[in-house]
């Protein structure tokens, strides 16, 4: 049973770059959740997707972005990077039906904007 | 809005000893509370989880956290500390009802000297 998976691994990017991140959930998952995590930090809540819809919203720019597929991946796109866009992005999935919370992080993808 | 505090950053403490981890919560109702451990370079990994019924919580790795409604407070004890637990701690805090959206506190990173 795959656990959750994100891609690519690390990543350089260039401000004012755009860049797309991947992120497959757990066999059986149908919600993913994005939170970006700065270095020292706690990971902070980006967006969610449920039924390929955002369904919540944290406090981030427009410049974030998602999209969730029918097999119920994710894509979170960021737009005209910042220094400050530097970070580990952590997916993660849960089983929306199963109001547990029960979420299953993923090994983050570590953004570098230079 | 939901908050979390976690008021230690760093803590120390020998092998064999004790851990307290502190974690105070914001919530307006009965919240889901959580405790995440990150090993360096690593995703989240759930360590337990509250959510109603007993206010004491066992978990993996043989972690406990007691929920006390009147202190807001959702403490990670351990009575024998690894080596191996050196890493860094989240609290989390969730609302009851909805889509999931988590809120994180800022870690504490725990340092096991032998």
């Known amino acids: 049973d795959a656990g959750v998976t994100q891609s690519p691994t690390h990543l350089i990017k260039t401000r004012g770059q755009q860049v797309t991140l991947r992120c497959s959930p757990k066999?059986?998952?149908?919600?993913v959740s994005w939170y970006q995590q700065a270095l020292g930090q706690g990971p902070q809540f980006i967006f969610q997707?449920?039924?390929?819809?955002?369904?919540q919203r944290g406090n981030f720019p427009d410049r974030f972005s998602g999209h969730q597929f029918p097999n119920y991946s994710s894509e979170l796109n960021v737009n005209a990077l910042l220094l400050g866009d530097s970070a580990l992005y952590l997916c993660?999935?849960?089983?929306?039906?199963?109001?547990?919370?029960?979420?299953?992080f993923g090994p983050g993808t570590r953004l570098t904007v230079t | 809005a939901q908050s979390v505090t976690q008021p230690d950053i760093h803590i120390t403490v020998s092998e064999g000893a004790s851990l307290e981890l502190r974690c105070n919560y914001s919530?307006?109702?009965?919240?889901?509370l959580f405790w995440y451990v990150q090993s360096p370079g690593q995703g989240l990994q759930l360590l337990l989880k509250?959510?109603?019924?007993?206010?004491l919580v066992q978990g993996i790795k043989g972690f406990e956290a007691e929920f006390k409604r009147s202190q807001s407070s959702f403490n990670l004890r351990k009575p024998s500390v690894h080596w191996s637990d050196a890493a860094e701690y989240f609290c989390?805090?969730?609302?009851?009802?909805?889509?999931?959206?988590?809120?994180f506190g800022t870690g504490t990173k725990l340092q096991v000297i032998p």
């Open positions: 993660a999935s849960s089983l929306v039906a199963r109001s547990s919370y029960e979420q299953y």
């Open positions: 066999s059986g998952h149908d919600t």
């Open positions: 997707y449920y039924e390929e819809e955002e369904r």
């Open positions: 919530y307006g109702a009965t919240p889901y």
């Open positions: 509250y959510f109603s019924g007993d206010t």
């Open positions: 989390a805090v969730g609302a009851q009802g909805g889509y999931q959206k988590v809120t």
